[in-house]
């Protein structure tokens, strides 16, 4: 049996592709094992999010040549789509593909294994419209399912190379989505996420039907308890959409919005197209249906031009929404965004400064969030072990708080009441009612 070995870079999308691409071998009887067991192909997923993430993927390139000299080595995904001739000057890399035609994969490498001639298959993305057919029905977990419904970005912010790397916006078709929500339920799943490059668009290539529509029809299948959304587009979430998912009952109180900037000088720069007003003002809608809803967003300190007076309107709005939890980024110039090219951009050591700055408000406002709980009884859909005492299990709340509590592992893919009693760094500890 021949073996292959994937390593992926980057976000939740990249992820379901490579167990989409796993599950294309392993239909064609391919043994799928990690990277340092050895394999006759390596395929690499890469990301191209920051220069660090391309250094990153060329590391990975030439360490999977050098496991197996014999081996095939195929490149995929957004580093791959952005810079083909870099890719194709590492010794050692078999085929390339860029962000499309990954459903040709288990193909070409037996193309390349017969003839031993490298392939590069990565084309541009201008006017390229369709919606790639990779799909997953069967994952390793059991309780929470990925399944990716958009693809591209078209709204080009300064900072950004994903949409050069993705192209432009392709849906995927409706009756797909239903028919996997379908498997995936059949399957165990009691949770799935909506994911892509830029979820809020979906379905705006097509007629009539756009994101609520989705989050509706799998909603009506039977077996999935709760949908959870990737992170939104802040404008996609008005008064229309909060009462539609409120009647429709299964989305999660949990919402990713990136906000980047609490600065309106430096989102114009940015090229995000809110106002902090309108930012503030969408949170306070979200929490006046959802009380309880977790609003999780990502900062870019350091932006080109950000005075200290900017960074600390972000603060200050960090403090009025209150987030449950910050993901913090020190902008880093990217090859190839209208970004790179701005001047006045800020010293690392002012960039650490405002990061750790930031990184300790968001750590206050997660535990602020989280104390509000302690003494009630949360929903929690348990997922695995502990990895610090197997005693223990953990899951995650609706508005996404990880919960960990005595019990069985037989309870994974359940969804329990817990009793919280406590707080433990980034966990709240609990006691499951039913014990």
């Given at each position: 049996?021949?073996?292959v070995a994937?390593?992926?870079l980057?976000?939740?999308?990249?992820?379901?592709?490579?167990?989409?691409?796993?599950?294309?071998?392993?239909?064609?009887?391919?043994e799928?094992?990690?990277?340092?067991?050895?394999?006759?192909?390596?395929?690499?997923n890469?990301?191209?999010?920051?220069?660090?993430?391309?250094?990153?993927s060329r590391?990975?390139?030439?360490?999977?040549?050098?496991s197996?000299?014999?081996?095939?080595?195929?490149?995929v995904?957004?580093?791959?789509?952005?810079?083909?001739?870099?890719?194709?000057?590492i010794?050692?890399?078999?085929?390339?593909?860029?962000t499309?035609?990954?459903?040709?994969i288990?193909d070409l490498?037996?193309?390349?294994?017969?003839?031993?001639?490298?392939?590069?298959?990565?084309?541009?993305?201008?006017?390229y419209?369709?919606?790639?057919?990779?799909?997953?029905?069967?994952?390793?977990?059991?309780?929470?399912?990925?399944?990716?419904?958009?693809?591209?970005?078209?709204?080009?912010?300064?900072?950004c190379?994903?949409?050069?790397?993705?192209?432009?916006?392709?849906?995927?078709?409706?009756?797909?989505?239903?028919?996997e929500?379908?498997?995936?339920?059949?399957?165990?799943?009691?949770?799935?996420?909506?994911?892509?490059?830029?979820?809020?668009?979906?379905?705006?290539?097509?007629?009539?039907?756009?994101?609520?529509?989705?989050?509706?029809?799998?909603?009506?299948?039977e077996?999935?308890?709760?949908?959870?959304?990737?992170?939104?587009?802040?404008?996609m979430?008005?008064?229309a959409?909060?009462?539609?998912?409120?009647?429709?009952?299964?989305?999660?109180d949990?919402?990713?919005?990136?906000?980047?900037?609490?600065?309106?000088?430096v989102?114009?720069r940015?090229?995000?197209?809110?106002?902090?007003d309108?930012?503030?003002?969408?949170?306070?809608l979200?929490r006046?249906?959802?009380?309880?809803?977790?609003?999780?967003?990502?900062?870019?300190?350091g932006?080109?031009?950000e005075?200290?007076?900017?960074?600390?309107?972000?603060?200050?709005?960090?403090?009025?929404?209150?987030?449950?939890?910050?993901?913090?980024?020190?902008?880093?110039?990217?090859?190839?965004?209208?970004?790179?090219?701005?001047?006045?951009?800020?010293?690392?050591?002012?960039?650490?400064?405002?990061?750790e700055?930031?990184i300790?408000?968001?750590?206050?406002?997660?535990?602020?969030?989280?104390?509000?709980?302690?003494?009630?009884?949360?929903e929690?859909?348990?997922?695995e072990?502990?990895?610090?005492?197997?005693?223990?299990?953990?899951?995650?709340t609706?508005n996404?708080?990880?919960?960990?509590?005595?019990?069985?592992?037989?309870?994974?893919?359940?969804?329990?009441?817990v009793?919280?009693i406590?707080i433990?760094?980034?966990?709240?500890l609990?006691?499951?009612?039913e014990?």
């Amino acid at each position: 049996m021949m073996r292959v070995a994937f390593y992926t870079l980057g976000c939740k999308v990249n992820r379901y592709e490579t167990e989409a691409m796993e599950e294309l071998f392993s239909d064609r009887g391919y043994e799928i094992v990690d990277m340092d067991e050895g394999a006759d192909i390596y395929v690499i997923n890469t990301c191209t999010v920051t220069n660090l993430s391309d250094r990153k993927s060329r590391q990975v390139m030439r360490r999977a040549k050098r496991s197996n000299e014999d081996s095939i080595v195929a490149v995929v995904g957004c580093y791959s789509q952005v810079a083909p001739k870099e890719v194709e000057s590492i010794d050692g890399v078999d085929i390339i593909i860029g962000t499309t035609h990954r459903d040709r994969i288990v193909d070409l490498c037996e193309e390349v294994m017969d003839e031993r001639q490298s392939i590069n298959i990565v084309g541009d993305l201008k006017g390229y419209r369709d919606f790639e057919d990779l799909h997953i029905d069967d994952m390793e977990s059991q309780t929470r399912a990925y399944m990716k419904i958009q693809d591209g970005c078209n709204q080009y912010c300064s900072y950004c190379i994903i949409p050069y790397a993705r192209g432009s916006i392709r849906s995927r078709p409706l009756k797909d989505i239903v028919e996997e929500s379908k498997r995936l339920a059949l399957a165990g799943f009691k949770e799935i996420v909506l994911t892509g490059i830029h979820v809020a668009s979906y379905g705006k290539d097509f007629k009539d039907i756009d994101l609520l529509t989705v989050i509706d029809e799998v909603c009506k299948v039977e077996g999935i308890e709760r949908i959870r959304l990737s992170s939104m587009e802040p404008r996609m979430i008005d008064e229309a959409f909060m009462e539609k998912v409120m009647a429709n009952g299964k989305l999660c109180d949990h919402f990713h919005l990136s906000l980047q900037s609490g600065s309106d000088d430096v989102l114009a720069r940015m090229n995000r197209r809110y106002t902090s007003d309108e930012f503030r003002d969408i949170a306070k809608l979200i929490r006046r249906y959802m009380p309880d809803a977790g609003i999780t967003t990502d900062i870019i300190v350091g932006f080109p031009g950000e005075t200290e007076e900017q960074f600390e309107e972000s603060c200050s709005l960090v403090r009025d929404i209150g987030f449950s939890r910050i993901h913090v980024f020190k902008y880093s110039p990217r090859r190839g965004t209208p970004a790179s090219e701005f001047g006045d951009h800020i010293h690392g050591d002012v960039k650490n400064r405002r990061s750790e700055k930031l990184i300790a408000l968001g750590q206050e406002m997660s535990r602020n969030f989280m104390q509000r709980y302690i003494g009630a009884t949360v929903e929690v859909l348990f997922e695995e072990e502990s990895r610090d005492d197997s005693r223990y299990m953990e899951g995650y709340t609706t508005n996404y708080i990880r919960v960990r509590a005595d019990g069985r592992s037989d309870i994974s893919g359940s969804i329990l009441p817990v009793e919280i009693i406590g707080i433990e760094k980034n966990i709240l500890l609990g006691k499951i009612e039913e014990f």
